[in-house]
């Protein structure tokens, strides 16, 4: 049925004790925003991709500092030119309706990856080799060969690579239209039991789970849209987890006695981003005085509370391993910001600056006109204009603000967040290679375009992290974008009633993988 509970667990006296109205056997979690696409392949929001990742199992999987560990896949070995992988596959893990999953399984995952045009896949496709060589060695082992060698695999698949059942998928005319909402089949620790379009998700655990099984016997998704309702319904005791958004209603969370905040490392990195083939922005010059006019801890502190670091490098910290903290640096310093654009031809006049051509110096920042944005741009205009560069705030809506900034690349400035993947690749080189697909920076440097390739060949992973730091130090000292801070990945749970929080990057709480084979965060939970 569409009960809350499926029997309700003798109670230990500290149950309801909160105003709780949920019980130990379940665990209740808020999302913002409904699911309306659970094809663990061809998801289109995060939803529907958290809702995926409840029952379909990635290939591999990540320890606390982001690395990459064994999950369906326990092990795997590269081939001496990193250009192909073979896979051993966990065995006793079975599908939801009690079919085993098998070599067959990955090698029918890898092909529909290959095969089919998915939304987010289409980099990871371009370096699987040809559907007819990835080859079924036996029951439990596959290899998959590469149209190049690329490290970043293993990573990449703790993300993307969520296995399906070929014997459902197999049957399916294409796979890519299938929104999968009716009764999907996984093999991870939640069994789909039903939905309400926009209103909740109930998954029962799955006892026979290979890995560990949780110690309570449900899980209910609450989609609960505002902000207010969600942490009211924290407050009330009848959620249990809840992802927060940074600054915002966080102290409510953290003052509340049965709540507590847990916090991730996080793969957010928000930025100033310029169109560095514009004049004058093309002068590095102008861009490193920028870098030094902006106040990072004035502008993390005023849009999320503190619930921010301020940094440099556009790889952020959760991604421990690669991420770069000892490149060069931007301390706020109006002084040298001003001694930059005079020693650099931009004379001031007045309270601005003009160009070296005698032109006034004016930029103009497009914005999305929703969330902080307006904040955040009112603040850098006023630091940029403290050093006498004038820039005008122009507010667009969501759609508009892509088309003009991604699309066009017809901008100055812009601010925006992005979520990283686990690994830095399908994150650095499609936004920072020359021909990268979402270089809306229009940003070219040779030496940084190679050190990429060479990291994607590297196949020692220190040698892999000294060419990622070396790209990162060109990205912080050229200054496609000035990155600003990177918001802190946070979530409230209801520590009354839970304990056991271990969170991962990237995901914080909200993943049933992470940590060691078979395991994760989501899971490892414990009703008190």
Known sequence: GTGTNNGTTESDGSDGSDGSSTTDDELSVIWPGGVNNINPLGWLTIPDYDAARMMYEPLTSV???????????????????????????????????GEPLTAEDVAFTFRSIKEYDWPYLGSLSSVIADPDQITVEDEYTVTTPLTQPYAALPLVLADLGLVIPKHIWSEFDNPTEASNTEDPIGSGPFVFENREQDQFI??????????????????????????????????????????????????????????????????????????????????EALRKAMAYAVDRDTVAELVNAGYATPGYSPVPPGLEFYHNSETSSYAHNQEQARSILSENGYEQQGNSRVMPSGDPLELVLSIQNTGNWPRIAEVLSRQLGEVGISVEVNSMESNSHTQKVSVEQDYDLTLNTWRVWFDPDPFLSPVFEEE?????????????????????????????????????????????????????????????AWESTNPIPRYGMQSPYGHEPGSGPMVQLDPK
């Not at 109930?202 to 942490?231: K, L």
């Not at 060479?454 to 912080?476: F, G, H, N």
């Open 63 to 97: 320890d606390g500092e982001g690395q990459a560990i064994g999950h369906v896949a326990k092990s795997w070995e590269t081939s001496e030119d990193g250009a192909s992988y073979t896979w051993t596959i966990q065995e006793g893990i079975t599908w939801h309706d």
């Open 436 to 496: 990268g697909t979402l270089n809306t920076s229009q940003y070219h440097n040779e030496q940084f375009d190679e050190l990429m390739r060479q990291q994607r060949r590297a196949t020692d992973p220190e040698k892999r992290q000294e060419y990622l730091y070396d790209a990162q130090e060109i990205l912080v000292d050229e200054l496609p974008w000035v990155v600003l801070y990177y918001p802190q990945l946070l979530h409230g749970i209801r520590s009354s």
């Open 202 to 283: 109930n998954f029962s655990v799955d006892d026979e789970y290979w890995g560990e099984v949780p110690d309570y016997d449900s899980v209910r998704i609450e989609i609960i849209a505002s902000t207010d309702s969600q942490v009211l319904t924290m407050k009330e005791g009848s959620g249990d987890m809840l992802r927060l958004q940074p600054g915002q209603y966080v102290e409510e969370i953290e003052s509340a006695n049965n709540l507590e905040v847990v916090e991730g490392g996080s793969t957010y990195v928000t930025y100033l981003g310029i169109n560095t083939n514009r004049e004058p922005l093309s002068d």
